[in-house]
C-alpha cells in the first residue's frame, strides 16, 4: 500500500518563484524604481577608483555596460576619480546597468516621502555633475527628469525643516566649484522655486542663499512672469538635444578627374598673331 501524500510531495524539485521588484511609487517616465530587465554585460571588466586608494571606494564595472553612454573611461588614465564624484558615480554605476534612477536610499520610508523626494533632487545633482564630467548627455537628461518628477510630486519642496532642505541643495549647487555660472542645473533649481514661489521660505533664510541665486531668482521672475504659472514643470524644456551630425566636407577633385582646359583652336590662333 503506497504511503499517503504529504503536503510538500514533489515540490523539492520546483524552483522558487521569483520575487517581482516593485517601484516605491509612479514614475512618469519610467526612470524612478527598480526593474527586472536584463541586459548583456560581456566579459571585460574595468577598475575605477573614486577617491584615495585607503579612503575612497573601487568599483569593478563591465566595459560594454560602463562606456554605453560615454567613451570616458576608455582610457586608463581616467579611471580616477575625486572623492567629490562618489555618490554621484554609485547612482551613475546603477543607471547604467538597470537605466533607472535609484537616487534616495529613503524610498521605502513611507513616514519620510518629503524628506526621500528632495533627498531625490539632491542625488539628481549629484549624478549630473558626473555625467557633465564624463560627458553623458543622455544622463544628464535622465537627472534632470528625475530631479523635476520628484518636483513635481512634492506637496512641500520648501519645507524648512526638511532633511535636506531646499536651501542645502541651493548651496550645494552654487558653492561648487564643478558647477560652472551657466549649467543647466541653476536654471532648474531657479525655476523650481518660480514656479511655487515661497517668498516667506526665502525671507527667512535670505542670509543664507547664495547672492548669485537670489540675484537669478530675481531676474528669471522679471524676464519670464508667465512661466511661473502652474505648479509643475516639464523635463522636456530642459532636456539637451542630441548634436546634429557635422556636415561632410566635398572632396578635392585630384588632377586626374579635373576638368580639362579647351585647347586652343586654329582660328584662335590666328586672332593672336593679328
Known amino acids: 500500500m503506497a504511503p499517503p501524500a504529504t503536503p510538500n510531495a514533489g515540490k523539492a524539485d520546483q524552483a522558487p518563484a521569483p520575487v517581482p521588484k ?18 548583456t554585460l560581456g566579459d ?8 584615495l586608494l585607503l579612503t575612497g571606494r ?3 564595472v563591465h566595459e560594454s555596460v560602463i562606456l554605453k553612454g560615454s567613451n570616458y573611461f576608455f582610457s586608463p588614465y581616467k579611471r580616477n576619480l575625486p572623492k567629490q564624484y562618489m555618490r554621484g558615480f554609485e547612482i551613475y554605476v546603477q543607471y547604467a546597468y538597470t537605466r533607472r534612477l535609484l537616487c534616495s536610499d529613503k524610498f521605502l520610508v513611507a513616514s519620510n516621502a518629503e524628506d ?6 539632491q542625488g539628481c545633482c549629484h549624478l549630473f555633475i558626473l555625467a557633465d564630467h564624463i560627458g553623458d548627455r543622455e544622463c544628464k537628461n535622465a537627472a534632470i527628469t528625475g530631479m523635476i518628477e520628484a518636483y513635481n510630486e512634492s506637496k512641500e519642496p520648501f519645507h524648512p525643516d526638511g532633511k535636506p532642505s531646499f536651501l542645502e541643495i541651493v548651496k550645494f ?11 543647466l542645473l541653476r536654471r532648474v533649481l531657479v525655476d523650481m522655486f518660480n514656479k511655487r514661489p515661497d517668498m516667506a521660505y526665502l525671507e527667512s533664510k ?3 542663499f547664495p547672492e548669485e541665486f537670489k540675484k537669478e531668482v530675481t531676474m528669471s521672475s522679471l524676464r519670464s512672469p508667465g512661466r511661473t504659472a502652474g505648479h509643475k514643470l516639464d523635463p522636456q524644456d530642459y532636456h539637451i538635444p542630441k548634436p546634429e551630425p557635422k556636415p ?16 586652343a583652336t586654329a582660328v584662335n590662333k590666328n586672332k593672336k598673331k593679328k
Open 248 to 263: 561632410e566636407t566635398p572632396k578635392a577633385t585630384s588632377k586626374a578627374t579635373a576638368t580639362p582646359k579647351p585647347k
Open 58 to 60: 573601487k568599483f569593478l
Open 44 to 51: 571585460k571588466t574595468l577598475s575605477i577608483q573614486v577617491g
Open 206 to 208: 535670505y542670509a543664507e
Open 22 to 39: 516593485v517601484a516605491p511609487r509612479d514614475s512618469p517616465s519610467g526612470l524612478r524604481g527598480f526593474t527586472d530587465e536584463q541586459i
Open 173 to 183: 549647487i552654487y558653492n561648487n566649484k564643478d558647477v560652472p555660472a551657466d549649467s
Open 116 to 121: 526621500s523626494l528632495r533627498d531625490e533632487i
